[in-house]
């Protein structure tokens, strides 16, 4: 008879439990997938009478992840001057490495300091994903 180490057996129950249990499927916690940079994109207006007034021409958006995983999707929410936009990313992002995502949105006359950009939800090339608590 096949004898089967205790501490093993344990661990492939876990393993069990956590492929047929989808609740184990999104994580949450901290981010592994974090935002390093986030800037506001503009193009000055050059009108003499309103200093500091540009118009945006989008959001530049550094991430890296920190995780273990590679991450096949990020989603990543945007404020700056009073509008909030949710973005999408299909990345191949591997562990330990950075991206720079730039997105073009509607132009808009912009005063005030960058954007702030967080991660709500990461997908991993596992199938598994990754969600802030609440979303």
């Known amino acids: 008879m096949l004898s089967i180490p205790l501490r093993f057996l344990s661990l492939a129950s876990v393993a069990a439990f956590a492929i047929a249990s989808p609740a184990l499927a999104v994580e949450t916690g901290s981010s592994p997938v974090k935002v390093t940079s986030c800037v506001v ?12 007034l540009s118009r945006t021409n989008g959001v530049t958006v550094v991430i890296v992840n920190t995780g273990a995983k590679t991450a096949s999707a990020v989603t990543i929410i945007g404020t700056y001057h009073g509008r909030t936009v949710t973005d999408v990313a299909n990345v191949a992002l591997a562990p330990g490495k950075s991206l720079q995502l730039t997105r073009s949105y509607t132009p808009s006359i912009y005063q005030g300091p960058d954007a702030s950009c967080r991660v709500t939800h990461v997908v991993f090339d596992d199938g598994t994903s990754w969600s802030t608590p609440g979303q």
């Open 41 to 52: 994109a503009s193009a000055s207006l050059n009108n003499p009478l309103v200093e500091g």
